[in-house]
């Protein structure tokens, strides 16, 4: 179990064994207890933080109803190849996350125009909301004429309260704890 949950970017021990049983992957093998009864040290340092999101909304939305996103960085310490910027995307019916990594936020429209065509090439349904915080990566001409040539209604919150776009925080939270996870797992510094 400890290894799948290193392999795994340091996914819950439910979630693992909820993919064994449901054969979610191919390979999936626990030949040892499916007990992990100890805290694992990548997560204790790669997920701690200070305070926790309010409590989410119980909304029930239908597939490809409402989509959100938003954009983290710059970063201190660009990749290795340059990425200074985190785009993520997240259909909320599934809680389906997509994540791109920016050199600058010049690419966003580009970027968020391929994984909504992505999203509803694969659904085989249109978007009817997109929900983004007010950067203005997102209102601009460009975001403006997408959403209108394809009838989706931009909904953006109110600058500075993160509750309202609490689903993409959350999702850049967790991308950014099991990054930070496998780093402190690897050796590597945390700065990345």
């Not at 599934?94 to 970027?111: F, H, I, M, N, Q």
């Not at 983004?132 to 601009?140: A, K, L, T, V, Y």
Request: with cysteine; charged share 15%.
């Amino acid at each position: 179990m400890c290894l799948w949950h290193y392999w795994l970017g340091h996914l819950s021990p439910q979630t693992i064994n909820s993919m064994l049983c449901q054969q979610m992957v191919k390979g999936l093998d626990i030949t040892a207890p499916r007990d992990f009864d100890h805290l694992c040290s990548g997560c204790a340092n790669g997920k701690s933080h200070c305070l926790p999101f309010s409590e989410a909304s119980q909304s029930k939305y239908s597939k490809m109803e409402l989509v959100v996103m938003d954009l983290t960085g710059p970063m201190l310490v660009p990749t290795w190849d340059g990425f200074l910027y985190t785009l993520v995307i997240i259909e909320v019916s599934c809680c389906y996350p997509v994540g791109r990594l920016l050199r600058s936020k010049d690419e966003t429209g580009t970027a968020v125009h391929d994984i909504l065509v992505m999203f509803e090439r694969q659904s085989g349904q249109k978007i009817c909301y997109l929900s983004s915080d007010n950067g203005s990566e997102f209102i601009n001409q460009t975001m403006a004429k997408f959403c209108h040539c394809n009838g989706i209604v931009h909904k953006t919150t109110i600058p500075y309260i993160l509750e309202q776009n609490s689903i993409a925080e959350r999702a850049i939270a967790i991308f950014f704890e099991m990054v930070q996870s496998m780093l402190y797992m690897a050796g590597i510094s945390l700065c990345y």
